[in-house]
């Protein structure tokens, strides 16, 4: 059972940035045909809704904009779910069982989490997010995990909701505190984190032993193979929220200090 609650009652409503996806108007039904080739930047309700029942403002970030600039304006970010990480991001090369890339996305996500960890404001990843905080930090990711071997990470035919898989987490971690020792989750990736980056650590397992979840040292970033955005209400959405709140107060109180210094000279 979990060991920490993380309530959003009373807090201000942080801004919480959510990445998404490109796509183009011939991709959707339905649109009229002056907009059939014109991008289109996507992002699922899911994750939306769940941070506005956690007590968050969503924020939907474009890739068009200044990554450094945006986080300076946010107080807590989600890295969503989507395609595989190029993998010239980590010094390898794609694969028979790569997805088509998208290197803007690459560049534009792996800037913002590298920001966000400078200027100190949560960080959430979600299943490609989680990849992508690893390869911000220098590790590695597993190259495809095969949908019928081990724990089938990448089987794709459960309905999200369904908790198909049970992983451990490790003690003395935040999702510890989350969650509890063991949890039922959904699972629908191919790759996974290999090496860990820098400041990484293992935070949760599966019954394979391939890496669920990591955590920062020293920063309230963690990443997850799972979606937990399917579930509703998660705790870990509660977890963002509260964090990035939490940061609100800390910077009110520091400029209460140094507005009463400034008046007090």
């Known amino acids: 059972m979990a060991t920490e609650s993380f309530s959003n009652i009373d807090l201000p409503s942080p801004l919480i940035g959510i990445t998404g996806q490109e796509r183009f108007g011939y991709e959707v039904d339905r649109l009229p045909p002056f907009v059939k080739p014109e991008p289109l930047e996507v992002y699922l309700a899911p994750y939306i809704t769940s941070v506005i029942e956690a007590g968050g403002t969503p924020v939907l970030l474009s890739r068009r904009s200044n990554p450094a600039a945006v986080i300076a304006r946010l107080d807590g970010v989600i890295l969503a779910g989507g395609e595989d990480v190029d993998p010239r991001c980590y010094a390898s090369t794609p694969t028979s069982h790569s997805t088509p890339f998208d290197p803007a996305r690459d560049e534009f996500e792996l800037a913002l989490v590298t920001a966000a960890i400078e200027q100190r ?104 193979q799972w979606h937990p955005e399917m579930f509703g209400a998660d705790p870990l959405f509660s977890w963002l929220v509260s964090k990035a709140a939490d940061g609100i107060v800390s910077a009110e109180k520091d400029e209460e200090v140094v507005e009463s210094v400034t008046v007090g000279q």
């Open 121 to 224: 404001v949560p960080v959430l990843g979600i299943c490609r997010g989680a990849q992508l905080i690893n390869v911000a930090r220098g590790g590695t990711l597993v190259a495809h995990l095969s949908a019928s071997q081990g724990e089938a990470h990448s089987y794709g035919g459960y309905p999200g909701t369904h908790r198909s898989q049970r992983i451990q987490i490790e003690p003395h971690t935040t999702l510890f505190n989350i969650y509890g020792a063991k949890l039922g989750i959904n699972s629908y990736h191919h790759q996974a984190v290999d090496a860990l980056g820098n400041g990484l650590t293992r935070a949760a397992v599966a019954l394979d032993g391939v890496t669920e979840a990591i955590e920062m040292t020293g920063r309230d970033v963690i990443g997850v």
